[in-house]
């Protein structure tokens, strides 16, 4: 498995930005899918974005589109999340994850899929 760092969260006002990084670290990351999840508290964990091992085909759950953006740098072993017009119901613990893959056509977006994990960043909108 493949160890993952997020960092990049905090407290931020709504309409303000943040960026989330994840470091990853253990196996050779451009074989892996990776995804942006989320959960707030009482609620499951669900997709927020997910991007191909290129980094050529992305997904975005339906209330993150035109805000989030999810992007990847192999050299550094990083996949970012770019988050703008953040909104009071964004608030949630972050979790970055990982899938390995046996090609860039595939991209995973449920949580069963992804075998490895990290521990979470979390992001707080204040209205």
């Known amino acids: 498995q493949v160890q993952l760092v997020e960092s990049g969260g905090g407290l931020v006002q709504a309409g303000g930005s943040l960026r989330l990084s994840c470091a990853a670290s253990?196996?050779?990351?451009?074989?892996?899918?990776m995804g942006w999840f989320r959960q707030a508290p009482g609620k499951e964990r669900e997709i927020v974005a997910a991007?191909?091992?290129?980094?050529?085909?992305?997904f975005y759950a339906d209330s993150v589109k035109g805000r989030i953006t999810i992007s990847r740098d192999n050299a550094k072993n990083t996949v970012y999340l770019q988050m703008n017009s953040l909104r009071p119901e964004d608030t949630a613990v972050y979790y970055c994850?990982?899938?390995?893959?046996?090609?860039?056509?595939?991209?995973?977006?449920?949580?069963?899929?992804?075998?490895?994990w990290g521990q979470g960043t979390q992001v707080t909108v204040s209205s």
């Open positions: 994850a990982a899938d390995r893959v046996l090609g860039d056509s595939y991209l995973p977006i449920r949580t069963v899929q992804y075998d490895s």
């Open positions: 253990g196996r050779t990351f451009s074989n892996y899918a």
């Open positions: 991007i191909s091992r290129s980094g050529g085909s992305t």
